[in-house]
């Protein structure tokens, strides 16, 4: 499917640009009714976003109550007893524990300062019943706005693995290195390879080509430069590089900045889609 690329001076432009996208489209929806699914990654690549996010609520007087935050993945431990479960929500590495500290508290205490109401839910995938994550969001109606990022060693989205066929759904991942070298970088405790967990679920390919009514993918950073450019020319799913998968969605957004870009700004107009 094409997509729309835009190129903004900075991440924090970047992270502007699509909280404004967000309240948009919740406030479009909002004689709707029902739940308005916001899919998000963790780390790095979303934080302008929750951040601006946050502070346009409490400027705004934004109600959040229709908002379900819906995370991508998790790191994953096997007990003693060969259970499979996610790690401690405490540790910084937790993708449940970012999003309770980095956006659904900061949303909730924003609407509060505000006057309103906070978000409605936060969900993450459950290792020990994967297939439920997807039966979940279909009920829902799907995910209006997926929030998508580009791990940089070897594209990987969510923790979608290079090889991941496309038409895997929430699943169980084994990481491999470079994954586990890419999130080295966003969590303080992960010091050391050998201390970044090798398994994760996470959302599958399908689940996000499928299940999405827009995503935006947001490439900021230097470092992200061959990210770029690997994802610009992309014309549909590329497995051995996974998030190629986001030109097969629905509605889809190329975001970056102008480190990621190499190039000056651009910000042509971005079509609104009607759904």
Known sequence: ?????????DA???GLHVAEQILDRLGRGAAQGR??????PSGRSGEPTYRALARLVAERH???????IVMMDDYVVETDDGHLVRVDPELS???LGYAQREIDRPLAAAAAAAGTTGPRDLWAPDPADPAEYDRRIEAAGGIDLFL?????????????QPGTDRSARTHVARLGDATRRDNMGTFPELT??????????????????????EVVMIVTGEHKRGTY???ATATGYEPDWPATAFAECAHAVLLADAAAAGTAPVAPEVPVPTH
Do not use: K, W
């Not at 499917?1 to 001076?9: A, I, Q, R």
């Not at 934004?62 to 379900?68: E, F, I, P």
């Not at 940089?152 to 979608?160: E, W």
């Open 35 to 40: 739940p308005f699914l916001l899919g998000c």
């Open 62 to 68: 934004v109600d959040l109550s229709r908002l379900v």
């Open 229 to 231: 450019a690997r994802l």
């Open 12 to 14: 924090d432009a970047v």
């Open 148 to 160: 998508l990022a580009s791990g940089a060693s070897d594209g990987h989205i969510a923790l979608n």
């Open 192 to 213: 050391r390879l050998e201390l970044v967990p090798r398994l994760g679920v996470t959302v599958g390919v399908a689940t996000i080509t499928d299940q999405s009514h």
């Open 1 to 9: 499917m094409p997509f729309t690329s835009t190129v903004l001076p």
């Open 93 to 95: 590495y937790s993708c």
